[in-house]
RNA sequence: GGCCCGUUCGUCUAAGGGUUAGGACACCACCCUUUCACGGUGGUGAUACGAGUUCGAAUCUCGUACGGGCUACCA
């Protein structure tokens, strides 16, 4: 029988989703559709000091946003849970006592007192970040230097320890990457990792082994950043469960920003989004807008940051999130870093904004204007006013300024804008205008124009000097769509009220 | 410092030994449009450097440089 592909994700509840986040899940779970299997969420709360409330709610809403919903998580259930750390903390602790019994992990009794002096002691200029490994291991309070009744004699009164792992000696530690390939590690020069604080609570490093043994996960992906614990992990596997039985790595490459490595005040400083979704930092209050609320559509976000680091090997750019799961392959994953590019990243979310049909698009267009106080009417008007003006609109966002008009007169009439060559033959035109326009019959574009080009003809004067003061007439400003298609739209009633209106004015 | 990963236009990338090194974003010019966009046409612009292997190297090998990551009882 063969083993269903599964993925998993792991965040930590104690930071917003940003892009990093985001395209590792997108990968984790584009690939596990592509072979029809299991997209896997645990949430990674081991530190309850850093872990953030609401936290964890944020993480769910945002893969809800982006359409990436996990298939198995805390909140959805499945047969492999419980799917938090923190609730499957006793697990642990028989799988860390196992690894000592085995000779391949020990206890340590160090103060973080005593972690630092340490590490001050040994500091020079050549090695600045002196680590507990096997050059250290005797001098140090542990199951290995000391006796084993003292050992015991230390565990019988309760002393907080934590249990690490004991680094082999002389050991090259290999694994396939599936996107760098073969890589190695030379054991001697790792430290020994903590596998289990002194809380009792598991590092990531024991963690992960034991959750993708006990969940069956057979494929783990994750950020570029984890491949220099891969030597522990591996050791882990080997130990504990066998090499044979280990999922498939991949490690991706990370996303950079403008300068190095994208982080979260990237956003701040050069004016762009980096979360999924609006953040608030809990220790600073400080609220980081996200791509839902800057006004990108889902189906933009996930393509960009596809785009990020994989393509398909064609020219195509633009992909939805079925086509992405077609098409998808881990091979074509580039094992660089890509560095995040606002424009572009833009232009993706015009492209969506544009192909999207009016239907798809009313029911955001109309919680915007709504919110805004703007009572839209029904959805008939609204989009065939969304057809008129998305080809403008880089962010959903937009179609307040490009659309409000249709819905209730301009604010403010840009006058300014028409003084400078106003005059009374100009005026007379469109008293002229509207006393024709007041008789129409039919309320059409093309009858529209034409009318209007011949008065301006019999007048002796250039359309192109009216369209300008007729536009502002009727949208406030120098913006929006063709004259005649607003003034279509907006009706004959309506359309003469603003030409007087604004006579009044000049 | 040590270890690991990486390096094609400014940016994202294609080209798995033989191409005038292709596309997209951005930028520039022109066209369309008597607003602003959309759209169309064209342009500027890259194989980090040095050796080697080969008839032939962006592609394979080595070295150098540069960039990034890790080096916590954080993930």
Redesign the pocket.
């Known amino acids: 029988m063969s083993k269903k592909v599964r993925v998993r994700f792991?965040?930590?509840p104690?930071g917003g989703l940003h892009l990093g986040g985001v395209r590792t899940v997108l990968y984790n779970y584009l690939f596990a559709k592509n072979n029809g299997g299991d997209f896997i969420l645990r949430i990674?709360d081991?530190?309850q000091?850093?872990y953030v409330s609401g936290a964890e709610q944020y993480i769910f809403d945002c893969l809800k946003w982006a359409g990436l919903e996990p298939d198995e998580s805390p909140v959805h259930g499945g047969d492999y849970g419980p799917y938090r750390q923190s609730e499957r903390k006793e697990m642990y602790r028989q799988y860390a006592e196992q690894l000592i019994k085995d000779g391949y992990a020990y206890y340590?009794?160090?103060?973080?007192e005593?972690?630092e002096k340490m590490?001050r002691d040994l500091k020079t200029?050549?090695?600045?970040?002196?680590?507990?490994d096997k050059t250290v291991r005797m001098k140090l309070r542990n199951s290995i230097s000391l006796l084993p009744d003292e050992t015991q004699q230390l565990l019988a009164e309760g002393i907080?320890?934590?249990i690490r792992i004991k680094m082999p000696d002389n050991e090259t530690v290999s694994f396939t990457?599936m996107?760098?390939?073969?890589?190695?590690?030379?054991t001697s020069?790792?430290?020994d990792?903590?596998l289990l604080?002194?809380?009792g609570?598991?590092?990531?490093?024991l963690?992960?082994v034991v959750d993708d043994h006990l969940m069956k996960i057979t494929h783990a992906f994750r950020?570029?950043?984890?491949?220099?614990?891969?030597p522990v992990h591996i050791l882990l596997w080997k130990y504990l469960f066998g090499l044979r039985n280990m999922p498939q790595w991949a490690?991706f490459?990370?996303i950079?920003g403008p300068?190095?490595?994208l982080?979260k005040r990237d956003g701040a400083k050069y004016g762009f989004p980096v979360f999924a979704m609006n953040w608030t930092d809990p220790k600073t209050n400080e609220l980081t807008e996200g791509f839902k609320e800057k006004g990108f559509l889902p189906e933009a976000f996930i393509n960009l940051l596809a785009?990020?680091?994989?393509?398909d090997?064609?020219?195509q750019?633009i992909f939805s999130k079925e086509e992405l799961i077609k098409k998808f392959s881990i091979?074509?994953v580039?094992?660089?870093?890509?560095?995040?590019?606002y424009?572009?990243?833009?232009?993706f979310n015009?492209?969506w904004i544009?192909k999207s049909e009016a239907g798809s698009l009313k029911t955001e267009v109309r919680g915007l204007l709504e919110g805004k106080g703007i009572s839209v009417g029904g959805d008939s008007l609204l989009e065939k006013v969304i057809v008129l003006v998305k080809?403008?609109?880089?962010f959903l966002t937009d179609f307040y300024d490009q659309c409000y008009f249709f819905f209730q007169s301009p604010a403010t009439i840009d006058t300014g804008a028409i003084q400078p060559k106003w005059d009374e033959k100009k005026k007379l035109f469109f008293i002229e205008l509207i006393r024709l326009y007041e008789l129409a019959s039919v309320w059409q574009h093309d009858d529209l124009e034409i009318a209007f080009k011949e008065l301006a003809a019999a007048n002796q004067l250039?359309?192109?000097?009216l369209?300008?003061p007729f536009?502002i007439m009727l949208?406030g400003?120098?913006?929006?769509?063709?004259?005649f298609?607003i003034a279509s739209i907006l009706g004959n009633e309506e359309t003469i009220s603003r030409i007087k209106k604004t006579l009044t004015l000049l």
């Open positions: 792991a965040p930590s104690t990674e081991t530190d000091s850093r340590a009794f160090d103060t973080p005593d972690l590490r200029a050549d090695n600045p970040s002196p680590q507990y907080r320890h934590v990457d996107i760098r390939g073969d890589v190695h590690f030379d020069i790792v430290d990792k903590v604080k002194a809380d609570m598991p590092t990531y490093h963690a992960v950020g570029e950043e984890w491949l220099p614990s891969a490690h490459p990370l950079l300068n190095g490595k982080s785009l990020l680091g994989w393509n090997g064609t020219e750019e091979d074509r580039h094992s660089g870093g890509a560095k995040f590019d424009e572009k990243a833009k232009w015009h492209e544009k080809d403008r609109c880089t250039k359309p192109g000097e369209m300008l536009r949208v400003g120098k913006f929006g769509p063709g004259v298609d």
